[in-house]
């Protein structure tokens, strides 16, 4: 993918994305994979990712992604980033609490 027209109008599924982030399959039978390893593919690559609108739609993807996920070593773009940041705002948030309690 180079550019949002370029992009399917699919509405990937999380764990057919899931799914995607991690296979190695070439000849995958899941409808929506070979589709989204592209998109994987194309932010691994991407050298505009905070103005790409394609990383934005992954980024957009990979929030609720991370809200259930419990892989330690999870491979969805984004997904160990959001996850630190919404620890660490747990974290900070408790802090608060504490302090003024």
């Keep these: 993918f180079t550019s949002t027209r370029d992009m399917p ?10 799914h995607a982030s991690g296979c190695m399959d070439s000849k995958c039978g899941v409808a929506e994979c070979p589709q989204a390893r592209r998109l994987f593919l ?16 992954l980024r957009q993807l990979a929030a609720p992604h991370a809200a259930d996920c419990q892989l330690l070593r999870c491979k969805f773009p984004f997904c160990k980033n959001i996850r630190h940041n919404r620890e660490k705002q747990r974290q900070e948030d408790g802090n608060e609490i504490d302090e003024d309690g």
């Design 9 to 18: 109008s699919i509405t990937w599924s999380p764990p057919a994305l899931c």
């Design 42 to 57: 194309h932010h691994k690559h991407c050298k505009a990712r905070a103005e790409c609108q394609l990383c934005c739609r």
